[in-house]
């Protein structure tokens, strides 16, 4: 069914409404908008009445008040800008009841005060405790003078007009009127308060989940308790590079979109496994994946279930190779057990990271690998010996380190 207010409301503030950052902007701009058509739809019917019973007065300052409503229009639709029109709107309405108060020579009544009450109202929740500030002291200004000049029989401000007798024949609009459009106000302030909450914790909740896929959950709680975290020191780690045979030629072959969506398939599996194992993982460096077990937490066992973990990496990838259509990645992995230090390094993106000569014995455990083959140390080896079948390559040279002791894991 057509609704011409509606469609005149989203004429007017349509754009602002979609542009709108929250539902708390966008409850601010709603409340101006209707009560911008409030104004106008109830004002106008009552020149015709105040012309009637002469009281000019009255009548043109509900139409200069009802006058101003283009311009405020104008600064929503063309210039877009709802804080000066907000302004504009608690300016002139303030006007407006200073000068009824004026003409009724400042008479206290609870019709005058429910109309104060909103427009204060209005100033807190459109534009802020400052405007509602300024409204209520100004109104408080107001209405102690009304009480004084009433109190002290002088009737300094009396207009001769029989306003009184036009209040009696209004009492019932000008009650509910007010008193409605307060609750309306209180509403959407009540309203808005439970949706900006519930925000506010999903967008704690995204923080978080943010911040836990970036660091370790103990390190995260540190991190938010002391505002920085202590590197520490583990004597026993297990750390696990993994990286693709022939990167640098394959990467020069595909189309860059297709090679990062095609890595981020990969990684998403290690991700997977590593998380079924309590893995902790570091992070990657291009086509190298880099992760830990014994981090932050110690485990006993973290060397039997890096393997195992490598184990169905590398199965993850065999399995993807087998998909036609798909790019064929062939992974190295390289196992070390030692001692590193670990912790967030910087003020600004956090990184957790780990440190030490067990992560460069790493490093050249892969560079020493061969394709879909997991080559691990001496120290490793002596780990898992038990429960998994290796095999002796005899010592191999390995860059900056020497001869070392390798085993491939069958």
């Not at 012309?51 to 101003?68: D, E, H, R, V």
Request: glycine fraction near 6%.
């Amino acid at each position: 069914m057509y609704n011409p207010i509606q469609t005149f409301k989203r004429y007017i503030a349509g754009d602002i409404l979609s542009a709108a950052k929250d539902e708390f902007e966008r409850a601010r701009i709603n409340l101006l908008v209707n009560y911008c058509i409030a104004l106008l739809l109830l004002s106008t019917p009552f020149i015709p009445v105040l012309y009637y019973k002469n009281l000019m007065p009255q009548l043109w300052i509900n139409a200069i008040a009802i006058s101003t409503l283009p311009l405020l229009f104008y600064i929503l639709k063309v210039q877009q800008k709802v804080r000066w029109a907000a302004i504009l709107y608690v300016i002139v309405q303030f006007w407006t009841s200073l000068s009824h108060l004026y003409l009724s020579s400042f008479q206290l009544s609870v019709q005058s005060l429910l109309w104060q009450f909103l427009h204060i109202n209005f100033a807190f929740f459109v534009l802020g405790s400052s405007w509602g500030f300024l409204m209520a002291v100004s109104t408080l200004v107001f209405l102690a003078f009304g009480a004084v000049n009433e109190l002290s029989g002088l009737a300094y401000f009396n207009s001769g007009y029989p306003w009184d007798q036009l209040m009696s024949e209004h009492d019932l609009p000008n009650l509910v009127i007010p008193f409605f459009m307060n609750m309306y106000i209180l509403y959407e302030f009540v309203r808005t308060r439970g949706v900006a909450e519930i925000e506010i914790q999903e967008s704690k909740n995204r923080s978080e989940e943010l911040l836990l896929n970036i660091l370790p959950s103990e390190t995260a709680a540190e991190l938010k308790q002391k505002g920085s975290a202590e590197a520490k020191y583990y004597d026993e780690v297990t750390v696990l590079f993994a990286d693709i045979k022939n990167f640098s030629g394959i990467a020069s072959n595909t189309p860059p979109q297709e090679l990062v969506n095609e890595l981020h398939q990969c990684f998403k599996a290690f991700d997977e496994v590593i998380t079924k194992y309590s893995i902790e993982k570091i992070k990657t460096i291009g086509d190298a994946y880099l992760c830990a077990s014994g981090i932050p937490v110690k485990n006993p066992n973290h060397a039997l279930q890096v393997v195992s973990a490598a184990q169905e990496m590398l199965e993850a990838i065999r399995h993807r190779n087998n998909i036609p259509g798909g790019i064929r990645f062939e992974f190295r992995v390289g196992i070390h057990t030692g001692p590193i230090v670990a912790g967030v390094v910087g003020i600004k993106k956090f990184s957790y990271d780990i440190w030490g000569d067990t992560v460069n014995t790493a490093s050249r455990m892969e560079q020493n690998s061969e394709a879909g083959k997991i080559n691990v140390s001496e120290t490793t080896y002596n780990l898992i010996k038990e429960q998994f079948s290796c095999v002796y390559r005899g010592e191999i040279a390995a860059k900056n380190k020497g001869m070392l002791k390798m085993y491939f894991v069958d």
